[in-house]
């Protein structure tokens, strides 16, 4: 079985890592756009090969589409796909039944990976559930298969992923601000975000409501800064802003 890759950037190198680090790592087929990426994917992984055109790539048994939503038409242009073949498209906002509508003989579906992917660890998510592309992804992390293509999206949730390191730079300056160096700055705000992070994984569902409680003394610190902003609207701005995301489709996002 051949997995080919078209549009061979951030994320579909972050998924071939993953996949070669299987111990049967698939056979896989990248388009020669991004040309530093694809040649260094080819160069680093025995099983990786850079194809010619994306047409070539378009052969393989299983085709992931990997480019931004801008690059989707001009890329695919002259692009067909036969029965028994599957799409599974990365692409932002390109809805199942576009996919299909292009393409009616093949197999399609969505995944949504998530950089961690390489290293095998954190969430990704498929709809609907193309068997070959669970076996395939589920040992790279938490697959989360959503129960129809309106939650696909996690209500926007991988949306965060740069904020949390905005965050995570605002909270590194407030403590350059309060005079430590940029190092040990980094290392506290990387060990505390890391640390509570692994005290919600290893915390049971019962008991999770409780977290925000049992990580403040009361009258102490955390409950001052939490009220603070909770009064100021605060938890409630990533909500509207990650929701907003959903209904975007592949024609309006870059
Ligand atoms: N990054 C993430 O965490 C993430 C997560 C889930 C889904 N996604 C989705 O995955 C897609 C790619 O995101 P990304 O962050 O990986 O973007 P990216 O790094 O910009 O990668 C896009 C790739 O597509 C290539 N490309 C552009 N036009 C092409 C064409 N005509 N034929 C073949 N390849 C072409 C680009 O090549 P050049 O560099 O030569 O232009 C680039 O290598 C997006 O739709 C995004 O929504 C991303």
């Not at 056979?27 to 055109?53: M, Q």
């Not at 990704?124 to 040992?139: D, G, N, Q, S």
């Not at 008991?207 to 409630?236: C, I, P, Y």
Request: charged content about 20%.
């Amino acid at each position: 079985m051949q997995i080919g890759f078209i549009g061979t950037g951030t994320i579909s190198a972050a998924v071939i890592e993953g996949l070669q680090s299987l111990p049967e790592a698939p056979e896989i087929v990248v388009s020669p756009r991004s040309e530093s990426t694809s040649l260094a994917l080819a160069a680093k992984f025995r099983n990786v090969s850079r194809a010619g055109s994306n047409a070539e790539v378009a052969r393989a048994d299983i085709v992931f589409l990997g480019m931004r939503p801008a690059h989707l038409d001009e890329a695919m242009a002259g692009i067909s796909f036969d029965k028994g073949q599957i799409v599974a498209s990365m692409v932002a906002g390109f809805g199942l039944a576009e996919i299909k509508a292009r393409w009616p003989q093949a197999t399609a579906c969505r995944f949504v990976p998530l950089p961690g992917i390489a290293r095998g660890v954190g969430p990704m998510a498929t709809y609907p559930a193309v068997p070959e592309i669970v076996r395939l992804m589920a040992p790279l992390g938490d697959l989360f298969v959503a129960a129809d293509e309106r939650r696909l999206q996690f209500g926007g949730l991988s949306a965060f992923m740069s904020s949390y390191f905005e965050l995570q730079r605002a909270l590194i300056d407030v403590g350059t601000g309060a005079g430590l160096s940029e190092t040990e700055a980094r290392s506290y705000v990387v060990s505390l975000l890391g640390m509570l992070a692994d005290t919600a994984r290893h915390t049971p569902a019962q008991s999770f409501d409780g977290l925000a409680a049992e990580h403040q003394t009361r009258g102490g610190l955390n409950e001052r800064v939490r009220a603070e902003l909770l009064e100021k609207g605060w938890f409630d701005v990533p909500g509207a802003a990650l929701q907003a995301t959903t209904g975007l489709g592949y024609k309006t996002l870059g």
